[in-house]
């Protein structure tokens, strides 16, 4: 599993012209699967990610997390985390799961998120989105579960 984390004073997801996910302050999550990822996986993931302390406290210092600030959180859902270049200019993508898996695990990871948080924003799995953002810092966290 793989996410890219970044902390945002603004972002949203559009699908065919409908914003399907906004937020103000907060957290934008892109996830990607991996063919052996597990929803034990998903559960660390969003622990973690709700504890995470990226936003700046009052000396400036990166004490609180979203919970902290009362931050939201969007979460979108993006294979091409798992983009290899290695070989040719083409990426290949055979590191990514299954669409089954990565779409079960992607909802899952959203409904953990909104039992441990009490809210989230998403894109739609498998559309094509448009997201815009407003990174702050700017700030952005890489996590890859081969490194947990």
Known sequence: MKL????????????DGIVTGNID???????GVGEDDTKEMVDKYVDKLIKLRIFEDENGKTNLS???VNGKILVVSQ???????????????TGAGS???AEELYE???????????????????AD????????????????????
């Not at 302050?25 to 996830?31: E, I, M, N, P, Q």
């Open 79 to 93: 294979f091409t985390l798992y983009a290899d270049c290695k070989k040719g200019n083409r990426p290949s993508f």
């Open 4 to 15: 890219v984390i970044q902390r945002v004073t603004k972002a949203s997801v559009t699908v």
């Open 129 to 148: 989105m448009k997201v815009e953002l407003l990174n702050d810092g700017p700030f952005t966290v890489l996590w890859d579960s081969r490194d947990w």
């Open 66 to 68: 979203v919970k902290d």
């Open 99 to 101: 669409p089954e898996l």
């Open 25 to 31: 302050k907060g957290l934008l999550v892109f996830l």
């Open 108 to 126: 899952y990871f959203k409904e953990c998120v909104a039992r441990e948080y009490g809210s989230v924003f998403s894109g739609v799995f498998g």
